[in-house]
């Protein structure tokens, strides 16, 4: 019962992911295993990707374990680097800066789609644009939610 809990949570946090709205913006509240998994969701397609087109000299599965590791590391850094910049974009958009244990989940959440994507697309050979895209997806992710949140709602019309 526990484990069809947390895979509806872990469904319904990769559907919030999905396109930046309103509604992304909780994803900064999701439980800490959640956005574990979310990292784990960007290593595990990185390392798949590069798995299809890497050369390996060692046997696949040593290989696979090895790469994921690394993988994990290097997302996990980038992630860090990139959160500090989201920190400074939630401080400069919104009233009410976050903390930035709320910062951190909100940028694994602007990630999970676009890295792996921007990492098929450079190894597809265009570079460029792969790393165009990572780094557009990234913030069109990341700041699209925060404008709208800033952005004032209309006021409902009453009618009489």
Known sequence: MIIMHFL???LNYLQTTLIPNR????TRL???SLYFCGLAWISLWTT??????LEQSIPFIIWFILHFIFIAIAVLLYLLFVSYLNRWF??????????????FPYTVAANIWTFPIG?????LGYSSVGIAI???GHL???LLPLFLARRKKKPARRFS
């Open 90 to 103: 939630i401080q400069w958009i919104l009233p009410k800066p976050w903390a930035f244990r709320q910062v």
């Open 134 to 136: 990572l780094l557009a």
């Open 48 to 53: 798949v990707i590069d798995s299809l087109f």
């Open 140 to 142: 069109s992710y990341s």
């Open 119 to 123: 990492v098929f697309i450079y190894q």
């Open 30 to 32: 999701a439980d800490v």
């Open 23 to 26: 509604p992304f913006l909780k």
């Open 8 to 10: 509806s949570q872990l």
